[in-house]
């Protein structure tokens, strides 16, 4: 209440002011003062000088007036009777006896008159004309003593609106220095009736030292009933807001609150209760669903995966094991391939392995009858061959240096010089380290046999197989190159493709390992990272490397 009541005597306190200061317009006026002082001298204007006195000077007080929400009305009364109205703004004197504060004479400078009816509007309807308050400004001149009276006038419900939204059992009335008590229509005759009681509440509390910091509230007895009050002083009009609270119904309302509050409480725990039954469901259901799954899974099926997974903790754990499952499932798979890759390459070189020892013998045999007979080239060859059948046949271990491949190739190589009138050479640039670095074994020599048998096939002349090495990072790269007939873009997309597992491999050979199944031991011994990639470019040259990771515990180097 005491925050409510001093917001409603600034309210008023503001419309004091701008009443007051709408006032000081006329007053500070110059040329309106000497107009006027002209005209209570009995000074004779025309109509055009009264008009040009209009134009300039009151219709710029009426466009101030208008900005003003606050202010009702400002009129200007002259005690002349020869000077012409100006309506809404100008009226003779003799207009004021028809107000409420002119009955009985002008009222002093600073006077303040409150609720009554503005006679001088002119309406269609009566009950429909406002009631005004307003504050009364003299305008005197020492040579013709009063030549005017100011009138700044506000609406009673805009300088109390409390007043007019007040009831039975929450009012709010204006007690003037007079101590003439303003209020509703409606709650007229109560306020009579309790005057004395409210007077006597508003004189115990009226002391200076109680109102100095704003509104004052109390209980006490007001006709019998126990109410709270309070008061607050509008220093500017010297009156008080006097505000009356009923308490009768205090201790109903207090117990409809509690029943309302017990009522909410109840509501609240009941929605809560379902809440987290819902929310357990749910959990529940999502915990046996995981349950149900590791214990399927514990049975040996991995096909199987969570559904309906939520957002919550249970969703990730359900989406973290579907993943694990996954991979579990990918990583099998990948194991059996390896092993069936193993076990192909074993049955291959258990099929190679045909009475090796006879097949040596009768290739020494003959080298040694090469010999005797003087024919070192024959001699040569076979030795050749009888090198690369014992390398091709022996399987003890499925990695060799890089160096003991090359020896391989180079044998390799001086038998396919026997079938050609031309001579196909070796390059190399492979430094010391990569020569040292184990590979599964038949990794370079069918590189080198696809350059031959397909890179070559349309060349007659001598030519060269060029192999290169070097070191990056942690990764050795072996390249390939010969500069044959190459490949059209589809023949080297459709070798991608092979590669890469997205068509079966058709490139491999009786007698030697397709350049797919080099591809995937690489992958299977250092991983999918590592392996073959080719380059090519017809009419101009191929290129195959071999990506593998530098392994220095296993360089050799002294």
Same mark, same amino acid.
């Given at each position: 209440?005491?925050?409510?009541?001093?917001?409603?005597?600034?309210?008023?306190?503001?419309?004091?002011?701008?009443?007051?200061?709408?006032?000081?317009?006329?007053?500070?006026?110059?040329?309106?003062?000497?107009?006027?002082?002209?005209?209570?001298?009995?000074?004779?204007?025309?109509?055009?000088?009264?008009?040009?006195?209009?134009?300039?000077?009151?219709?710029?007080?009426?466009?101030?007036?208008?900005?003003?929400?606050?202010?009702?009305?400002?009129?200007?009364?002259?005690?002349?009777?020869?000077?012409?109205?100006?309506?809404?703004?100008?009226?003779?004197?003799?207009?004021?006896?028809?107000?409420?504060?002119?009955?009985?004479?002008?009222?002093?400078?600073?006077?303040?008159?409150?609720?009554?009816?503005?006679?001088?509007?002119?309406?269609?309807?009566?009950?429909?004309?406002?009631?005004?308050?307003?504050?009364?400004?003299?305008?005197?001149?020492?040579?013709?003593?009063?030549?005017?009276?100011?009138?700044?006038?506000?609406?009673?419900?805009?300088?109390?609106?409390?007043?007019?939204?007040?009831?039975?059992?929450?009012?709010?009335?204006?007690?003037?220095?007079?101590?003439?008590?303003?209020?509703?229509?409606?709650?007229?005759?109560?306020?009579?009736?309790?005057?004395?009681?409210?007077?006597?509440?508003?004189?115990?509390?009226?002391?200076?030292?109680?109102?100095?910091?704003?509104?004052?509230?109390?209980?006490?007895?007001?006709?019998?009933?126990?109410?709270?009050?309070?008061?607050?002083?509008?220093?500017?009009?010297?009156?008080?807001?006097?505000?009356?609270?009923?308490?009768?119904?205090?201790?109903?309302?207090?117990?409809?609150?509690?029943?309302?509050?017990?009522?909410?409480?109840?509501?609240?725990?009941?929605?809560?209760?379902?809440?987290?039954?819902?929310?357990?469901?749910?959990?529940?259901?999502?915990?046996?669903?995981?349950?149900?799954?590791?214990?399927?899974?514990?049975?040996?099926?991995?096909?199987?995966?969570?559904?309906?997974?939520?957002?919550? %903790?249970?969703?990730?754990?359900?989406?973290?094991?579907?993943?694990?499952?996954?991979?579990?499932?990918?990583?099998?798979?990948?194991?059996?391939?390896?092993?069936?890759?193993?076990?192909?390459?074993?049955?291959?070189?258990?099929?190679?392995?045909?009475?090796?020892?006879?097949?040596?013998?009768?290739?020494?045999?003959?080298?040694?009858?090469?010999?005797?007979?003087?024919?070192?080239?024959?001699?040569?060859?076979?030795?050749?061959?009888?090198?690369?059948?014992?390398?091709?046949?022996?399987?003890?271990?499925?990695?060799?240096?890089?160096?003991?491949?090359?020896?391989?190739?180079?044998?390799?190589?001086?038998?396919?010089?026997?079938?050609?009138?031309?001579?196909?050479?070796?390059?190399?640039?492979?430094?010391?380290?990569?020569?040292?670095?184990?590979?599964?074994?038949?990794?370079?020599?069918?590189?080198?046999?696809?350059?031959?048998?397909?890179?070559?096939?349309?060349?007659?002349?001598?030519?060269?197989?060029?192999? %290169?090495?070097?070191?990056?990072?942690?990764?050795?790269?072996?390249?390939?190159?010969?500069?044959?007939?190459?490949?059209?873009?589809?023949?080297?997309?459709?070798?991608?493709?092979?590669?890469?597992?997205?068509?079966?491999?058709?490139?491999?050979?009786?007698?030697?390992?397709?350049?797919?199944?080099?591809?995937?031991?690489?992958?299977?011994?250092?991983?999918?990272?590592?392996?073959?990639?080719?380059?090519?470019?017809?009419?101009?040259?191929?290129?195959?490397?071999?990506?593998?990771?530098?392994?220095?515990?296993?360089?050799?180097?002294?």
């Amino acid at each position: 209440m005491k925050y409510e009541l001093d917001k409603s005597c600034q309210n008023a306190e503001q419309a004091a002011v701008n009443c007051k200061l709408s006032a000081e317009i006329i007053v500070n006026n110059e040329s309106i003062n000497d107009f006027l002082n002209q005209i209570a001298s009995d000074k004779k204007f025309s109509f055009m000088d009264i008009l040009d006195f209009y134009g300039k000077e009151i219709s710029g007080v009426q466009k101030i007036i208008k900005s003003n929400p606050y202010i009702y009305k400002l009129r200007l009364f002259v005690h002349s009777g020869s000077v012409k109205e100006i309506i809404p703004l100008l009226y003779k004197e003799d207009r004021i006896a028809d107000l409420k504060w002119g009955r009985d004479g002008v009222p002093p400078t600073g006077t303040w008159c409150f609720d009554y009816v503005d006679s001088l509007e002119q309406a269609d309807d009566p009950d429909g004309i406002a009631r005004i308050a307003s504050l009364i400004t003299r305008l005197n001149d020492y040579r013709y003593g009063r030549y005017g009276i100011v009138e700044s006038a506000v609406t009673m419900e805009n300088m109390f609106p409390d007043l007019y939204h007040s009831t039975a059992s929450d009012r709010t009335c204006f007690v003037d220095q007079a101590g003439n008590i303003y209020s509703s229509p409606e709650l007229s005759d109560l306020w009579s009736s309790q005057k004395e009681e409210i007077m006597e509440f508003l004189h115990a509390n009226e002391q200076p030292d109680q109102m100095d910091n704003g509104a004052v509230c109390k209980k006490t007895k007001i006709g019998g009933e126990e109410v709270l009050a309070g008061c607050v002083k509008i220093k500017s009009i010297q009156g008080y807001l006097i505000r009356i609270v009923s308490t009768k119904n205090d201790k109903m309302i207090l117990r409809s609150s509690r029943i309302e509050f017990l009522l909410l409480w109840i509501a609240i725990v009941t929605v809560l209760l379902l809440f987290s039954n819902r929310q357990v469901t749910h959990i529940l259901r999502q915990f046996y669903e995981i349950y149900d799954t590791v214990y399927r899974v514990q049975q040996g099926n991995l096909e199987v995966r969570v559904q309906n997974m939520s957002r919550d %903790e249970f969703g990730v754990l359900g989406i973290e094991l579907n993943t694990m499952l996954d991979r579990i499932q990918k990583l099998m798979e990948d194991t059996l391939q390896r092993e069936l890759l193993v076990k192909n390459s074993q049955i291959k070189a258990l099929q190679n392995q045909i009475n090796n020892h006879f097949i040596y013998n009768v290739l020494e045999s003959v080298k040694m009858m090469a010999e005797i007979d003087e024919k070192y080239e024959i001699a040569d060859t076979v030795s050749s061959f009888g090198q690369l059948l014992r390398y091709s046949m022996r399987w003890k271990s499925g990695y060799v240096k890089v160096e003991e491949e090359i020896e391989q190739i180079r044998n390799y190589l001086a038998l396919v010089n026997l079938w050609y009138d031309d001579e196909i050479c070796l390059r190399m640039t492979i430094p010391q380290e990569i020569l040292c670095q184990e590979i599964p074994k038949m990794s370079l020599q069918p590189i080198v046999e696809n350059s031959i048998s397909h890179g070559m096939r349309e060349y007659t002349h001598d030519t060269n197989i060029y192999m %290169e090495g070097e070191i990056t990072g942690e990764d050795c790269y072996i390249r390939v190159t010969d500069f044959g007939c190459g490949m059209e873009e589809e023949e080297l997309l459709q070798l991608h493709k092979r590669l890469n597992g997205e068509r079966e491999d058709n490139s491999g050979q009786e007698s030697g390992i397709g350049l797919k199944n080099v591809h995937d031991r690489l992958q299977i011994g250092f991983g999918a990272e590592y392996g073959i990639t080719v380059e090519s470019e017809q009419h101009c040259y191929t290129r195959v490397t071999i990506k593998i990771p530098y392994q220095k515990r296993k360089r050799g180097l002294t």
